[in-house]
């Protein structure tokens, strides 16, 4: 009885292949359930076109600066030279009839050069003279080109007359005593020029140059005094 209880029965022999126990089928989806979700789709919407403009915008903003920067390394600008290496002095005096009211007539030769590798186009230009600080006159000048690596000669004409105040009076008299005349003369002028087709720069200069022009002898100037010519040096200072 206990050697029977022991022994374990044969199995019987498998006659097809056996690869373990079967896979149970999958548990049917729920009637309400969520379907599976599908690839995204990829979206045409208004924000994408801006979001390329914006790009595309920004690069070439990128893509200008930098050639600016390198055409602006390569020609970068310096300031123009300038001389006053002439003038003429016909009249300078005060009217004995009417206090205070001066009389000029005088020119100024003015030479340009610049420096640089591109022109120069001198727009709207004008000049003026001044006296003790007071502006007494102005003259209109013809817009001219500047070529590179040139320079260019033009003549400044004063002619009128002025009302100067009781301390312009004074220095008047001060300096007709020294013998020579203090003036200043400004040029105004608005630039513009291109580089390669570039337009780099547009600004506005100024050139100033100050002037001493004696008397010969200590004589004042009268309307029948004979015109007095300078032969001038005169570096002037210039805004660019």
């Not at 120069?120 to 102005?138: E, L, M, S, T, V």
Request: hydrophobic share 40%.
């Amino acid at each position: 009885m206990a050697a029977s209880y022991g022994k374990q029965q044969p199995q019987a022999p498998l006659n097809n292949a056996y690869y373990g126990p079967a896979i149970p089928p999958p548990p049917a989806a729920a009637y309400y359930g969520s379907a599976a979700p599908s690839a995204p789709r990829r979206s045409s919407s208004p924000r994408c076109l801006f979001c390329f403009l914006f790009k595309a915008i920004a690069i070439a903003v990128i893509a200008l600066g930098a050639v600016s920067l390198v055409l602006w390394l390569i020609f970068r600008p310096s300031a123009v030279k300038a001389y006053a290496d002439a003038a003429t002095l016909s009249r300078f005096d005060l009217d004995a009839a009417r206090r205070g009211m001066l009389h000029y007539n005088f020119t100024v030769g003015m030479l340009v050069r610049n420096p640089n590798r591109f022109g120069i186009n001198y727009k709207r230009p004008y000049a003026q003279a001044f006296f003790d600080g007071k502006a007494i006159a102005d003259d209109a000048v013809q817009p001219f080109y500047l070529d590179r690596k040139s320079d260019i000669r033009f003549t400044l004409s004063f002619n009128g007359t002025t009302a100067l105040s009781d301390n312009n009076v004074e220095e008047y008299r001060k300096e007709t005593r020294q013998g020579s005349y203090k003036v200043k003369v400004r040029e105004h002028a608005d630039l513009a020029y291109k580089v390669r087709g570039l337009k780099v720069k547009d600004n506005n200069s100024k050139i100033t140059c100050k002037l001493v022009l004696s008397l010969p002898s200590g004589n004042v100037t009268t309307s029948t005094t004979p015109t007095i010519v300078y032969r001038l040096v005169t570096s002037c200072d210039v805004d660019f």
